[in-house]
């Protein structure tokens, strides 16, 4: 069992850039989720997908955030144009069918934006 | 979903049982109590979750009290591998989103 893959790890660009973090979900899960972890706010859930869906984007901060679930296998986060303030530690989460079947995270993808 | 509360920090010295706490008095019937932790700098890992029974796994045993309005989460040996987060998530059926609170640190000590 690979795991849930996240990339890059670590990502450093300057303000105004656009920004496309990756995730590859574990095979056969079928909901994926997108979060944000900062020292200020915690971990906060961004997006979530079912079978890939968009179900509840309430957590998106603002329409400079996207993301796109085009396969089972693949889902992105984009930010554009970028911010110094959206620099954190962006993590995705698959969770398999059941609906009290635990959600499995990647080791996330550090962003700094400067 | 419920709110949980933790203590903000705790030590425990290594080869000890930690028992790490969680109130949820609000809890209700249809409502799981989910434990993840956090080592630094990796995601969050799941270790255990329960309704209203007792539940033991290779990572931990997680205790729920009668009335469901607190529990235990138990690592019984614990080592250094150990130190990280642990959140406590009051999660109700079916609803897909878990809310992270503050969580308590756990500090092994050799």
């Known amino acids: 069992d690979a795991g849930v893959i996240q990339s890059p790890r670590h990502e450093v660009t300057e303000m105004g850039q656009e920004v496309t973090l990756r995730c590859k979900p574990i095979?056969?899960?079928?909901?994926l989720f997108w979060y944000r972890q900062t020292m200020m706010r915690g971990l906060e859930l961004l997006i979530y997908?079912?079978?890939?869906?968009?179900?509840?984007d309430s957590g998106m901060p603002e329409d400079r955030f996207s993301a796109k679930m085009p396969n089972a296998s693949f889902s992105t986060l984009k930010i554009q144009p970028s911010e110094p303030r959206d620099s954190a530690v962006y993590f995705c989460?698959?969770?398999?069918?059941?609906?009290?079947?635990?959600?499995?995270f990647g080791d996330g993808t550090r962003l700094s934006i400067l | 979903d419920a709110k949980t509360t933790q203590p903000t920090s705790m030590d425990c010295a290594e080869g000890r049982a930690a028992n790490l706490p969680c109130n949820h008095s609000?809890?209700?019937?249809?409502?799981?109590v989910y434990w993840y932790r956090q080592i630094h700098s990796q995601g969050p890992q799941y270790i255990i979750h329960?309704?209203?029974n007792n539940e033991t796994n290779e990572m931990a045993s997680l205790i729920i009290t009668e009335d469901r309005k607190s529990s235990t989460l138990i690592l019984p040996h614990a080592t250094l591998r150990d130190t990280a987060v642990y959140y406590c998530?009051?999660?109700?059926?079916?609803?897909?989103?878990?809310?992270f609170g503050t969580g308590t640190r756990l500090t092994i000590i050799p």
């Open positions: 989460a698959s969770r398999g069918t059941g609906a009290i079947q635990p959600q499995h």
């Open positions: 095979s056969g899960h079928n909901s």
């Open positions: 997908f079912n079978n890939n869906v968009p179900i509840d």
């Open positions: 609000t809890i209700s019937g249809n409502e799981y």
């Open positions: 329960g309704l209203k």
């Open positions: 998530i009051v999660c109700s059926f079916g609803n897909e989103k878990l809310t």
